[in-house]
């Protein structure tokens, strides 16, 4: 069993050996307000450390962080927003593993904490796998985003199930409302929210290592389990009676555009699945938790398959090992290292030990509720696939799918382009 270098969040000393501070280097991609936040945590670590740490922010992080390694120039310390690029720098030999025990303890802190073990341990050049990463800093993506006054006006309840939300669909088709508002165009990237859908329907359909076979394409894109997931996601938006504008609106409606028909009089539709930064295209003034409120999007009861969450965050590497970089990953373990983020804007953690009441926006506790009650989190599916499908053929499949192509069809194609490049 690890013991954290941290034994409190007040008095914290160098580890044992350390004669004296060294200079800890940190690249990561926040710029603006986050990197303010996240200086406001490095600072502290500074602080209580000894140790000299300097922050680095790039908006070309995935690729400025590989000409670094290659030049045998990385940081100390970096923030990779996509595991699948951390993995990647784990078998070419570019991270160091983490301290032993760490894994243990993110499986006892943090909620779903094997999910984040799972995330975090990747090959290495030999092929062996170790705990590479530590998650800090988390977004969620499986919400269901309402207005509560157009809710209490028609008598509508918050499902807590996905047969109960597919029966709410119906019911407001049935009281002559539209249930649902999607949109898929997002300009060169079009069709990407359709395939946030898909992955929360195979995480509500399949288990954990069937999403996670699927991911690596151990399980073929055309299986039958995908195509049933691609299928559950055309219950909802190839029904003309179930979307604002009709079916043959999905693909064409900008994902921006899309959820304000939640607050027209009377409202075009009633729900809106989408991520956590979608207030960001509400009507000047909404009050989120007042005008507009969001829920989980809700699991099978009848699958047995616990509550899972789909999001996705920063995943924190050794790039250039020393003593300071273990010391940060061991402090990244304390409550305070997320309270002082958690105290400003834009964070999210599965760590369990946080007190809840520091958030300093209401909405972001409730978001970390649902994160805190994960039995399984995963991240976003096409981030982790390879770019010519994830963020290539899987969004344009779900436009040919939107507009009323075979999901089978459509299946094969992604699988096919996925060949292509092996």
Not at 30 to 40: C, F, I, K, S, T
Not at 196 to 201: P, R
Not at 355 to 367: E, G, H, I, Q, W
């Given at each position: 069993m690890k013991t954290s270098l941290y034994a409190g969040v007040a008095a914290v000393a160098l580890s044992a050996g350390?004669?004296?501070?060294?200079?800890?280097?940190?690249?990561?991609?926040?710029?603006?307000?986050?990197?303010?936040?996240?200086?406001?945590?490095?600072?502290?670590?500074?602080?209580?450390?000894?140790?000299?740490?300097?922050?680095?922010g790039s908006d070309s992080f995935e690729q400025q962080i590989v000409i670094d390694a290659e030049a045998?120039?990385?940081?100390?310390?970096?923030?990779?927003?996509?595991?699948?690029?951390a993995a990647d720098f784990a078998r070419r030999g570019f991270l160091a593993p983490l301290a032993a025990g760490t894994d243990d303890w993110v499986r006892e802190n943090y909620a779903a904490g094997q999910s984040w073990v799972d995330l975090g341990t990747y090959a290495g050049p030999d092929g062996a796998s170790n705990l590479?990463?530590?998650?800090?800093?988390?977004?969620?993506?499986?919400?269901?985003?309402?207005?509560?006054?157009?809710?209490?006006?028609?008598?509508?309840?918050?499902?807590?199930?996905?047969?109960?939300?597919?029966a709410l669909t119906d019911q407001i088709v049935a009281d002559g409302g539209t249930p649902w508002c999607i949109g898929l165009g997002s300009g060169g990237a079009t069709g990407w929210p359709?395939?946030?859908?898909?992955?929360?329907?195979?995480?509500?359909?399949?288990?954990?290592?069937?999403?996670?076979?699927?991911?690596?394409?151990?399980?073929?894109?055309?299986?039958?389990?995908?195509v049933a997931a691609i299928d559950e996601f055309g219950a909802f938006a190839r029904n003309d009676a179930y979307v604002a504008g009709g079916a043959g609106a999905v693909a064409t409606t900008d994902f921006r555009d899309s959820p304000k028909g939640l607050f027209s009089s009377?409202?075009?539709?009633?729900?809106?699945?989408?991520?956590?930064?979608?207030?960001?295209f509400f009507p000047e003034g909404t009050s989120v938790g007042e005008d507009a409120d969001f829920?989980?999007?809700?699991?099978?009861?009848?699958?047995?398959?616990?509550?899972?969450?789909?999001?996705?965050?920063?995943?924190?590497?050794?790039?250039?090992?020393?003593?300071?970089?273990?010391?940060?990953?061991?402090?990244?373990?304390?409550?305070?290292a997320h309270e002082i983020?958690?105290?400003?804007?834009?964070?999210?953690?599965?760590?369990?030990?946080?007190?809840?009441?520091?958030?300093?926006?209401?909405?972001?506790?409730?978001?970390?509720?649902?994160?805190?009650?994960a039995t399984t989190f995963r991240f976003?599916?096409?981030?982790?696939?390879?770019?010519?499908?994830?963020?290539?053929?899987?969004?344009?499949?779900?436009?040919?799918y939107a507009g009323g192509k075979d999901a089978q069809a459509v299946a094969d194609e992604i699988q096919a382009s996925w060949d292509a490049i092996k």
């Open positions: 350390i004669a004296q501070a060294e200079q800890l280097t940190v690249f990561g991609p926040w710029l603006g307000p986050d990197q303010e936040n996240v200086e406001a945590v490095l600072s502290r670590f500074a602080e209580i450390s000894g140790h000299d740490v300097r922050y680095v045998g120039s990385a940081p100390n310390v970096a923030a990779f927003p996509q595991p699948g690029l590479y990463g530590f998650f800090y800093k988390v977004d969620v993506k499986s919400l269901v985003w309402y207005v509560p006054e157009n809710f209490e006006d028609a008598g509508y309840e918050i499902p807590a199930t996905m047969e109960d939300l597919k359709a395939t946030d859908w898909v992955e929360d329907m195979m995480l509500r359909t399949q288990s954990p290592a069937t999403y996670d076979q699927w991911v690596t394409n151990e399980l073929p894109f055309n299986s039958p389990e995908v009377p409202p075009q539709c009633y729900m809106h699945r989408q991520a956590s930064f979608i207030p960001a829920f989980y999007f809700p699991a099978y009861a009848g699958k047995d398959l616990g509550s899972p969450v789909l999001g996705a965050g920063t995943v924190w590497a050794i790039t250039n090992e020393n003593q300071a970089a273990h010391d940060l990953i061991a402090y990244l373990e304390t409550p305070e983020w958690m105290a400003r804007k834009g964070f999210l953690t599965p760590h369990k030990g946080v007190n809840s009441d520091v958030f300093s926006d209401p909405t972001l506790r409730k978001m970390n509720d649902i994160l805190l009650s976003d599916g096409s981030d982790l696939m390879p770019g010519a499908v994830g963020a290539g053929s899987f969004w344009t499949g779900m436009v040919d």
